[in-house]
């Protein structure tokens, strides 16, 4: 199965992997499914680290890249489709870094690994 993880998805199996649900865990740790890391997601770090929002224990220059492959995840590109798809939700979720995780997740036909509960209200499959 394809994963896409969340950015706080992502960020909690690093920094703070108790604060993840057994799904997640399962889900992450399955040998057989494939996980993602949504460039987005990084943006979306870069740009909170440098508002000084998130606290981190390297630049995350150093910190994604060398988590993403200690996790085995792999790095999902902002394609032209997903942006297209944004337009197409509904106005459940104002965070546009979300908004594109999900326009991501449907385009790829990925699992969505997210505790927000406000995601499911979106045509995509999530787990938690």
């Known amino acids: ?3 896409l993880l969340d950015t706080v998805v992502f960020l909690d199996a690093v920094l703070r992997p108790q604060d993840l649900s057994a799904r997640a865990r399962g889900l992450l740790l399955d040998a057989d499914n494939e996980r993602y890391l949504s460039i ?8 909170k680290y440098s ?3 998130l606290a981190l ?3 995350p220059q150093f910190f994604i ?3 993403r492959n200690r996790l085995a995840t792999d790095l999902l590109h902002l394609d032209e489709e997903s942006v297209l798809q944004i337009p197409r939700l509904p106005p459940v979720h104002r965070d546009p870094f979300d908004r594109i ?3 991501q997740a449907l385009v790829h036909g990925m699992m969505f690994v997210t ?7 979106y ?5 938690w």
């Open 51 to 53: 508002l000084g929002k």
């Open 101 to 103: 995780l999900v326009s």
């Open 1 to 3: 199965m394809k994963l």
């Open 123 to 127: 045509p995509v499959r999530i787990a």
């Open 115 to 121: 505790p927000d509960t406000r995601i499911a209200q």
């Open 40 to 47: 987005v997601s990084s943006w979306e770090i870069v740009v």
């Open 65 to 67: 890249p060398e988590h």
């Open 57 to 59: 224990p390297a630049d």
